[in-house]
């Protein structure tokens, strides 16, 4: 594979609701081991954005490419290529109906046609990786607290050896106490190389784990740049709003 | 002494046995309803929540059409119109029965369980499909385990529902429970004690196949999973 080209490419990306444009040509590139955080105010499209990268929502037009396969060709296999987009929910979705462990190793056996052995090896590393200890591997997510459904998401994404990591404010819905240790394994993961790209409102994660900081607003990227330029010396109204309010809030 | 002889208890030990074995019919008849309209009903509930236009408004018309004929016409239409002379096949009361049981069965099956599709969070099939499944692996894998585990209360009350109906059948001649009461009330000329009994039949027959259900939900149920604990 050619180093050159980027893990993930999206150009001139758009999307409406209803005659609600709410992406209006959105291009961004992510890098093999780069971490990307995506920001912007409620409602702007950040959801949409990560959704439209591995076609759960379908854009309007543009184009995506992953590791240079172009995803919104009518002729690529999308299931195939979501494989190696892993993808973490705000609300964690894991599998009711499954433990801990065939949460992690169902899209190794249906999806890959891993067998169950093997793939029980791969899910015991992934949860390994994110601190998941095996006296939760037989529990059903009922049973298990927030942060902890959350690792276990990660780790069901993590097993698929994806190319990509999608996550979407992964810890919007955990009681403050939790957010730390999910943050946490996100940042080992990014720190290890793990290609990332995250929507999240933690500022301060954000200054940490990102090579890049991207700003949303009105359906475009309108700032971009490492963490500690765009904070030294934010440009856009919206970012510099944002950045205040935040800070305001957190006090 | 004359109690026994107005009541026919007397006889009480010659018809018993014979209602008993209507008691099997009857449980013939519901099994093979119930299992039709399963069988129908499931792929029913699938094509409507998942399918095309065409098969969600076939689906809607099935529904619609079964669920406005009473049973008795059906058993009717089955038996002197339908089967022999649209399809041209003789098939015996019991049979026709059963058809009729369980294509009636399947539209409210095809309800229940598609209520029971409809309950299960959206996030589970784009989780699903996150990870890679096709449309249907999503549903074959995720979202039918736990739509079925949900639907069992609603099969429990269908079951419960049959039951009852399959008396019905009678006006084939099926032999199952009605039937055989009839026919030995009119061989002994006493009423009470035989629809006593039927009905005795009845709630036992409801009372375990409920209860049967009931530990089959216990079973398989999952904690968290909307009913459990
Ligand atoms: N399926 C949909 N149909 C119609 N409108 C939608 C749909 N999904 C999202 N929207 C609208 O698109 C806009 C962008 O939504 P999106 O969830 O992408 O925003 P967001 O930036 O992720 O917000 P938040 O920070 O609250 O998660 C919102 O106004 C939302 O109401
Ligand atoms: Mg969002």
Known sequence: ?251 | MRCAEIFGLGLLGSYLPYMLEGAIWTFALVGGGLTLGFAMGVPFAILRVYGGKGAKAAIDAYVWVYRSIPLIVLLFLYYWGIFPVILGVKLSAMATSILALGTRDAAYETMIFRAALESIDPGQMLAARSLGMTRWQAVRTIVLPQALRIAIPGWTNQYAIMLKDSSICFALGVLEILTRTRYVTISIGSYFIPYLIAGILFIILTYGGTKVFNIVYEKVQIPGLVGGK
């Open chain 1, 1 to 251: 594979m050619n180093s050159n080209i980027p893990v993930l490419k999206v150009e001139n990306l758009k999307k409406s609701y209803s005659g609600r444009i709410i992406l209006d040509g959105v291009n961004l590139e992510v890098d093999k081991g780069e971490t990307k955080v995506i920001l912007g105010p409620s409602g702007v499209g950040k959801s949409t954005l990560l959704r439209c990268i591995n076609m759960l929502t379908l854009p309007d037009s543009g184009k995506i490419w992953l590791e240079g396969v172009e995803l919104t060709n009518p002729n690529t296999d999308i299931n195939k290529m979501r494989q190696k987009i892993g993808f973490v929910f705000q609300d964690f979705n894991l599998f009711h109906h499954l433990t801990v462990l065939k949460n992690v190793t169902i899209g190794l056996t249906k999806v890959k046609k891993i067998p169950e052995e093997e793939a029980i090896k791969i899910a015991a590393s992934a949860l390994e990786k994110v601190h998941i200890p095996n006296t939760l591997w037989n529990k059903y997510p009922a049973q298990i607290s927030g942060g902890e459904k959350q690792r276990v998401a990660i780790a069901r994404a993590l097993a698929m050896k994806p190319s990509i990591m999608l996550y979407d404010e992964p810890t919007s819905a955990l009681d403050p106490q939790l957010v730390g240790e999910v943050l946490q394994v996100i940042k080992e993961l990014s720190t290890a190389g793990m290609t990332s790209l995250i929507v999240t409102h933690e500022l301060h994660f954000a200054l940490e784990v990102a090579n890049e900081l991207l700003f949303i607003y009105n359906g475009k990227i309108v700032e971009q740049g490492p963490p500690e330029e765009v904070f030294a010396n934010p440009k856009h109204d919206m970012v510099k709003k944002y950045i205040a309010s935040i800070y305001s809030r957190k006090g």
